[in-house]
């Protein structure tokens, strides 16, 4: 069984950082690419960031490019998001997710296997 725990997320004014973490744990965390979502209130599930199994390849919503860094650390079961220079509308539920089987990352929520349960970020302006 996968279970991924998502920490970090709270209050945080306008152009403030945080810096969000997910901890994996029931299988080979290095076989997964990983990537973070988020949901606001009424709106759909959004990607916001996928890194590789190794690390070596990263991919950003255009929403985010710039002011947000994903990173993993593979000895230790974990993906990390970096945000700064955080908005309002970056305000959100953020989860972290698991994709095994396959070096793409995507997108697309339904490609992905493992969800964490979310952890609530708030920006106010």
């Known amino acids: 069984q996968v279970q991924l725990v998502e920490s970090g997320g709270g209050l945080v004014q306008a152009g403030g950082s945080l810096r969000l973490s997910c901890a994996v744990s029931?299988?080979?965390?290095?076989?997964?690419?990983m990537g973070w979502f988020r949901q606001a209130p009424g709106k759909e599930r959004e990607f916001v960031a996928g890194i590789s199994r190794s690390g070596g390849s990263r991919y950003y919503a255009d929403s985010v490019k710039g002011r947000f860094t994903i990173s993993r650390d593979n000895a230790k079961n974990a993906v990390y998001l970096q945000m700064n220079s955080l908005k309002p509308e970056d305000t959100a539920v953020y989860y972290c997710a698991a994709r095994t089987n396959t070096v793409i990352i995507t997108t697309r929520a339904r490609d992905y296997d493992y969800w964490g349960q979310g952890t609530q970020v708030t920006v106010s302006s």
């Open positions: 029931g299988r080979t965390f290095s076989s997964f690419v």
